[in-house]
């Protein structure tokens, strides 16, 4: 009785399916009213001459208009999109309204029913039967409004007919009955087939839903794919050059990632894949658009000024640059990001991904962990990086290298006691080019090794011509110590060119040291054994633990410049006449690098340093000028206790 109850009140009717029955209703209901009119009319008329006037004109007069105007208002009611809100409200106004209806026309119809002669009367019986079944059947959707129209016509209708006696119209209203309960029962089974239509769209709506949502995903991070973030950002792109509106594009390419991956394995990878996508959403919040275009590269979009997404994408690269804790394990990655601004000069998305790209490259070669933006500076900065890169790969390195010589002289008595070597790119495109810049790029473009070896070759032949007594150290670069195969051919090229290899010292920065320890133990080892010495390079600049002096076979050490440059204040000459000590009580020799002024000198003659190196004494020579200058000062080899 209670469900029953709560069926007619029409109170727990799924969303969906009320939507559905509201837009069955809305195209039905205006026939409804057309049936009800019709039908009243030619009742009115086929009483006109017995009925008052009240009955026959006045009455349906009301009920007609009424009528018309609800099929009108129907009619012309735009068919709107409604809520299921919206549309329960209506089936409950409809239900109402239906039964309102129902019994006015019943009402006026059983109050002709005393003025009507006999024929009529079977007019009016014919009447309340069609009127009632055609409601019904306009009805279908909403089978309560219909339940109710038959219980209101059908109950005083059938009471009067049984009231008022007469076999023929008290049989005609029980056969009327009769086909009502067929009918409802009818349309309660359509309706139970609609309902089940309506659940199986829903179904296949969701169903759909979900197979776009995974099409348009990335399984691991849950971000959009690649295919859906270009579609969707090119509507944003279109819409933001329409409206003249900020959109900056970003691509991100996460730092040591594949080592992770090699280091840890694919497995717990992928999960940090997924970490990284929640931190991305943390940092670059709601506003972006994110993707996995794949691998470790990561694209988003947002509609804001440029200054909001540089500290956003800063941000999340330095969110990204905190440890992951993996359960026991602890990974620590880095990000690099690339950002593009929108300008009237992109025609497309893809012309804006390729500049945030372009930016990122620039980030992850010389800003690593950074964010930066595109600029027609950058681009410039970064087509000179392009000419120089083409420069050096194309290079031949015979002809466009050459090598300097910078004298090392003894502090006591201004003795060459040697020189280091350095070299020189005269490129045939570009002029000269200095070796801070072409040194870092040919290791990025993993050039070094070759460059390394011609370089070793020209300063082993120059040695070989130069008088015995002069010592020429060589600078080698961290990606020779890591390469097996380069270490073997320096070796090989120092024994083949019949040069007393303990005329050379082979200068390695800490880092290359540090690189691969074991590696360069051994390297240092090999160079050894062919009689070559080890300078420790740069010291100063890098983390400079001392403990290297002890592990490895280190001969001679090069103080760097900066270290010089800062003993200006209390705590680095502090640090820097300990080290000089520690040096000479380890019977390592000093050479302290980039000595411009006398002042620096005699600082340095007071601590103890033997030998200084910079522009002070002279700069990087040519060949022919250092020989001139060792002939004009015959000086002696780098000691080694
Ligand atoms: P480095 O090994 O520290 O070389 C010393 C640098 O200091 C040289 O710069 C030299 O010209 C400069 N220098 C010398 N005296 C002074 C001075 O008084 N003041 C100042 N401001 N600078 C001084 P250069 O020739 O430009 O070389 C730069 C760096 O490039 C070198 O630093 C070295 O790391 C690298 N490099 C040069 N030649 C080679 C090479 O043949 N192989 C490798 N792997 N690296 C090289
Ligand atoms: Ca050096
Ligand atoms: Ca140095």
Not at 283 to 301: W, Y
Request: aromatic share 8%; with cysteine.
């Amino acid at each position: 009785m209670l469900r029953f109850a709560d069926w007619l009140k029409i109170s727990s009717v799924p969303d969906k399916l009320a939507i559905a029955q509201h837009d069955e209703l809305q195209r039905q209901i205006p026939m409804l009213y057309a049936v009800l009119s019709v039908n009243a009319v030619a009742v009115a008329i086929t009483h006109f001459h017995v009925a008052p006037l009240y009955m026959t004109l006045w009455i349906p007069l009301v009920l007609v208009t009424m009528s018309t105007l609800r099929a009108i208002a129907w009619k012309l009611r735009p068919r709107m999109e409604v809520n299921a809100a919206g549309a329960i409200r209506m089936l409950r106004r409809t239900t109402m309204l239906a039964a309102f209806i129902a019994f006015a026309y019943i009402s006026w119809s059983l109050g002709l029913y005393g003025f009507a002669q006999d024929e009529q009367r079977a007019h009016v019986a014919l009447f309340i039967a069609t009127t009632v079944i055609g409601c019904i059947a306009c009805l279908t959707y909403l089978p309560q409004a219909a339940f109710l129209v038959t219980v209101i016509v059908m109950v005083p209708y059938l009471s009067y007919q049984l009231s008022m006696g007469g076999p023929i119209y008290t049989a005609i209203a029980f056969n009327i009955l009769l086909v009502l309960i067929m009918l409802i029962r009818v349309l309660l089974n359509n309706f139970l087939g609609f309902q089940k239509l309506v659940e199986a769209r829903v179904e296949g709506e969701r169903l759909h839903e979900e197979v776009t949502h995974l099409a348009n995903t990335d399984t691991l991070t849950g971000l959009p794919n690649r295919r859906y973030f270009f579609s969707k950002s090119t509507a944003m792109m279109e819409r933001c050059t329409r409206d003249g509106t900020a959109l900056v594009f970003g691509t991100i390419d996460l730092d040591r990632f594949k080592a992770a991956n090699d280091t840890f394995g694919h497995a717990l990878c992928d999960t940090l894949l997924a970490e990284v996508a929640e931190r991305l959403r943390d940092a670059l919040g709601k506003e972006a658009m994110i993707a996995r275009l794949g691998g470790d590269e990561f694209a988003f979009v947002m509609e804001t000024d440029l200054r909001r997404a540089e500290q956003l994408a800063q941000a999340a690269c330095r969110r990204i640059a905190q440890p992951f804790h993996m359960g026991e394990t602890k990974i620590t990655i880095g990000a690099s990001c690339g950002l593009a601004m929108r300008s009237d000069e992109h025609t497309n998305i893809v012309s804006l991904y390729d500049q945030a790209d372009y930016a990122l490259y620039y980030a992850k070669n010389h800003q690593r962990g950074s964010s930066i933006t595109y600029s027609a500076k950058l681009d410039q900065t970064m087509r000179q990086q392009r000419r120089l890169e083409t420069a050096l790969q194309n290079a031949d390195y015979e002809a466009e290298f050459d090598i300097n010589l910078q004298p090392i002289v003894r502090l006591s008595d201004f003795h060459i006691v040697g020189g280091e070597t350095l070299a020189r790119w005269n490129s045939p495109t570009l002029g000269a080019v200095a070796p801070a810049v072409f040194i870092p790029l040919a290791e990025r473009l993993g050039l070094i090794n070759r460059l390394s070896l011609v370089l070793l070759g020209k300063m082993l032949r120059t040695l070989g011509q130069m008088p015995r007594s002069v010592v020429l150290g060589f600078n080698l670069s961290a990606y020779d110590l890591a390469s097996e195969e380069t270490v073997a051919a320096i070796a090989d090229c120092i024994r083949e060119s019949g040069v007393d290899a303990s005329r050379l010292v082979l200068e390695l920065t800490e880092t290359a040291m540090l690189r691969d320890l074991e590696l360069a133990h051994r390297a240092m080892e090999e160079f050894h054994a062919l009689g070559a010495r080890i300078a420790l390079d740069d010291f100063g600049t890098g983390q400079s633990s001392l403990s290297y002096l002890h592990k490895l076979p280190i001969d001679v050490v090069k103080l760097d410049r900066s270290f010089i440059v800062e003993s200006r204040m209390t705590r680095s000459r502090d640090l820097l006449q300990a080290v000089i000590t520690l040096c000479r009580t380890m019977g390592l020799p000093c050479v302290a690098e980039g000595v411009e002024e006398t002042e620096q000198l005699d600082m340095l003659r007071a601590m103890g340093c033997e030998n200084i190196q910079g522009n002070l004494f002279s700069a990087p020579l040519t060949v022919a000028q250092f020989e001139d200058m060792v002939k004009e000062a015959p000086g002696r080899s780098v000691s080694v206790a």
